[in-house]
């Protein structure tokens, strides 16, 4: 019988990323879609990267994932944000050609050996001795697979709202998967959830007054997402312009009033959406309603495409009626006789707590069941990416016999997101920013290379040509380091060193010539030299800060620890503690609800090697 390493159910941004990295690693992976013509699709903003995202997006490059380089392809504009702000916050931030996007990460996956996409929908799994060994589709065929990933994105059971109007649909478009719900619930016994988000309309070129609107331009890339030399680059379809220009707007008062005489017809305010929306990403009604005292909010019209005239408005998702979006849109200055060609739509779906899983995205319960993505309750490309990564990393793994590994929150933010999910009560949508770290001076988007790259190679996932690149540009940069911090390089004295640097002016270099580096010391690797030559002291302080907590992260406590009989453990905290299993002192420490003396308490157990 024809036999599977890995089985990925869903082909959005984590799945790809989860087939490509178990691929990587030799596994013979089967990629189940609806619709192959929908692979790697940009339901929402075709836009990658942004705060913590972008870092999140050079995580997953230095881990030899390929969302960063199809961007590079696809990118029609590129920016790099809070450049006025410490450098432990830039973030890269691409608009994507959709269809480039969308045409280059399918081309990977079709052209990667050992990688089949089949056209189905997934509606159960086969069972054998309580392990999972298959996954079966609407044809009754049965695939068999020693790892199963589950990406499923919104189309767990999803329904789009426009207005008190509502249809089954994974995204506008597309069918929802309609069976994998219960097969989840009745078959594997798991918990199963409900969420929802939105999209906006989107917008005709020709109807737009853009003489009305603030221009965006895009900056003069310098860097952009991928570490790696182009030569290491697939061949992907590219976007036909790199430039294309965004305008930002702002809503009006009519616009906001145009939404209070109608929230009665918003599905959200009506009780129709029973699924939790994110804080952070909220709809424009929401906007209106809970912050009254702001007369206008900042919309963004920005491209969908080099190839195509439509305009994504950023910032104004709504699920009221269609009639209704007409008024607001054309309240808009500049869209007074906009033509929408797609209406913006509530979307709500099914999704697994991740208080299920393990911080290697395996299921508590299946040890050969992972997933990724918006299943386990997060939002974004670049979080669903990351997690695919880890997920098609482990799944591999355990295909081969091998114990699954994760990246810890104090060496990457898709450390943070992963700890976050199965150490904190989800209950709406999660998203990624650098406020959720604690070590943001060491988690920077400079330098994800040196803090992800001998991980990935190590486990397999970064191939060897790309290795070889990251270690001899990893040790100049130390060498670099050695002799700023030697001669105590800072402020403008380093300034001016790397301007002799830049001038090549080696005569007045104040070490030898033979240590200048061979890339262009303009770019990336002299900004690293001066971010960490200047924050030096403060980045000791980190290292020692993430080294005592070591000491509690790798405190391991027992799956079977007996918190009942803990005494003096509040209540609350115990409640938490049960639900969520910590493997560790220090991830119980930042479990919501949990307290110092709650740690301590632990602590005093397991060193006395009590389970009870």
């Not at 972008?54 to 590129?78: H, K, L, N, P, S």
């Not at 091998?402 to 998203?431: A, C, H, N, Q």
Request: aromatic letters at 8%; charged letters at 25%; hydrophobic letters at 35%.
């Amino acid at each position: 019988m024809d036999i599977y390493d890995v089985i990925v159910v869903g082909a959005g941004h984590a799945g790809c990323e989860a087939a490509l990295a178990a691929a990587r690693l030799g596994a013979r992976t089967a990629v189940l879609t609806l619709n192959p013509d929908h692979i790697a699709q940009m339901s929402c903003n075709p836009a990658i990267g942004g705060i913590a995202k972008g870092q999140v997006v050079r995580e997953i490059d230095a881990m030899g994932g390929f969302q960063g380089i199809v961007t590079e392809a696809a990118a029609i504009q590129f920016r790099m944000l809070n450049r006025t702000k410490g450098p432990a916050v830039w973030s890269p931030r691409a608009q994507c050609d959709k269809s480039a996007y969308q045409r280059g990460m399918k081309l990977l996956l079709e052209q990667t050996p050992g990688i089949d996409i089949l056209q189905c929908e997934g509606t159960g799994f086969i069972l054998e001795n309580g392990r999972i060994t298959g996954v079966t589709n609407q044809f009754g065929d049965q695939i068999r697979g020693r790892s199963v990933v589950l990406t499923t994105g919104t189309f767990l059971c999803g329904k789009l709202h426009y207005g008190m109007l509502n249809f089954p649909g994974g995204r506008a478009g597309d069918f929802p998967a309609a069976y994998l719900s219960a097969a989840l619930r009745d078959q594997l016994g798991l918990e199963v959830g409900r969420l929802k988000t939105g999209t906006p309309p989107r917008i005709l070129k020709k109807s737009i007054d853009f003489s009305s609107l603030q221009r965006q331009d895009s900056e003069e890339a310098q860097e952009e997402f991928s570490f790696w030399s182009k030569d290491l680059h697939p061949e992907l379809p590219k976007a036909r312009r790199r430039s294309l220009a965004c305008h930002m707007l702002y809503t009006t008062d009519e616009t906001a009033k145009i939404v209070h005489e109608n929230l009665h017809l918003s599905p959200m305010y009506s009780g129709v959406i029973k699924g939790i929306g994110t804080r952070y990403c909220p709809s424009f009604e929401d906007k209106v309603v809970r912050f009254p005292q702001h007369p206008r909010h900042l919309l963004f019209l920005e491209p969908e495409g080099a190839e195509t005239d439509e305009y994504y408005l950023n910032g104004f998702s709504s699920s009221l009626p269609v009639e209704v979006q007409k008024k607001m849109v054309h309240s808009l200055p500049g869209l007074e006789n906009a033509v929408i060609s797609r209406y913006a739509y509530a979307i709500e779906y099914d999704y697994l707590p991740p208080s299920q899983m393990e911080k290697t995205l395996r299921n508590k319960r299946y040890e050969n069941l992972f997933t990724a993505g918006q299943i386990n309750g997060t939002s974004g490309y670049e979080e669903a990416a990351a997690q695919g990564l880890i997920a098609g990393l482990n799944a591999a793994r355990c295909a081969m016999g091998k114990e699954p590994v994760f990246p810890g929150r104090d060496s990457s933010y898709t450390g943070v997101m992963i700890d976050d999910l199965t150490s904190k009560e989800i209950v709406e949508p999660y998203r990624l920013f650098t406020s959720r770290a604690e070590y943001r001076l060491t988690l920077r988007q400079d330098n994800a290379d040196v803090r992800l790259s001998e991980f990935a190679y190590q486990h397999g996932l970064l191939p060897e040509a790309k290795y070889q690149q990251f270690k001899k540009r990893n040790d100049e940069f130390r060498e670099l380091l050695r002799c700023c911090r030697e001669r105590r390089y800072k402020g403008k004295a380093l300034l001016t060193w790397l301007k002799l640097m830049k001038e090549n002016v080696r005569g007045e270099l104040p070490f030898p010539a033979e240590l200048l580096p061979e890339w262009d010391p303009e770019k990336r690797a002299a900004q690293q030299v001066l971010i960490e030559a200047c924050y030096d002291g403060y980045l000791q302080r980190e290292e020692k800060e993430i080294s005592r907590r070591e000491n509690q992260e790798n405190m391991p406590i027992p799956p079977d620890f007996d918190y009942d009989a803990l005494p003096g453990l509040c209540n609350e905290a115990r409640q938490k503690l049960l639900k969520l299993r910590p493997v560790t002192l220090g991830q119980a420490g930042r479990i919501d609800g949990v307290t110092p003396i709650d740690i301590a308490l632990i602590q005093v157990a397991l060193k006395r090697g009590d389970r009870k």
